[in-house]
């Protein structure tokens, strides 16, 4: 466990880990229904919800989240996104166990082809966070583990496909790779004369702001492959100062960082939530891209927001925010060509 001050009151941790490593912060993570209830003062009586819903999908949660969730509130935004409950036992009909249909678009182990110029690399298993809406939580990560052999073949599948011109990496969290891997695949990719763009689709850096190091940004920007962030936070107590920092990094070494959200029931299922969270990226450096519908992945059914309301609430949003800080409204549609931006315009 983290060792509690007693100097300050609300948030009891609030410095224990302004200065431990990364790789100290995701090693303590907690893990268990028990450190979870004691370290957020959570009833009691949750312990057996919490223990049926972590059999299926395990809990995780790095201190410098918990550290923005309030102790004792069983309904703050942040708990619900990881806290795991008994309805995720429940099988719901119309949810599966893998929404996207990644597996039927899968050429190279680790490797998603979907869109004609980008492809998507599972490039870790791990996650700095354990997400309880995720829509992978089912995915077998055991068969798409970016080894270094499969570098090579990613790097022949790429060389093969001049259309492709961008690549995601995506996971799992790319963050929990160490530097040396990333650097290693980034030495690969540049070799793919047709390739511009390297994505990184994380949550690292707003769950586990240390991620962000000097080290890490010298790797990125050292490479001739332009670097684009796409963070995922979903609610504006998500960002705190050490995530504005960190991001101020990575934007004063010219790269851009975007934001895409899950639309969420009682996390962030309103346009007054949405839209603080738009003007708090905003502040923050961050541009917002894109909002997800939610998808129907089994054991979430809890966060499911319809495509109905997913529209009044954008409408409404539309009302409160400039163009530039109004995020797409989309919905991955297995099959198509691109993402669907769902008719905003009933
Ligand atoms: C979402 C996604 C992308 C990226 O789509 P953009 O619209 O470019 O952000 C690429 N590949 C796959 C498989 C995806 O699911
Ligand atoms: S960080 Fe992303 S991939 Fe990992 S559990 Fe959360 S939503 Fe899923």
Known sequence: MIPVSSSSVQFPAQKSHMNRSWQQ???????SPE???ERLQLP?????????GNRLFQLRVPEPYLNRIIPGDITDPLLLQVMPQIAETIATSGYVTDPLQEKSNNPVPGLIHKYKSRILLITSGAC???????FRRHFDYQDNALSKERIQQVQDYIQQDTHINEVILSGGDPLATSDLRLKQLLNSLEQVTHLKRVRIHTRFPVVIPQRITDDLIEILTASRLKVVWVFHINHPQEIDPLLTEATKKLIQAGMPVLNQSVLLKKVNDSANILAALSESLFDAGIQPYYLHAFDLVQGASHFNVTDEQAIRIWQALQKEL???????????????SSKTILNTDI
Do not use: T
């Open 25 to 31: 912060l995701f090693s303590e993570s907690v893990l």
């Open 35 to 37: 450190q979870l209830i």
């Open 44 to 52: 009691p009586e949750s312990l057996s919800d919490l223990i049926s």
């Open 128 to 134: 700095a966070v354990n997400c309880r809406y995720c």
């Open 322 to 336: 400039p163009g530039f800080l109004l995020p797409r409204l989309v919905r991955e549609i297995p099959g198509r």
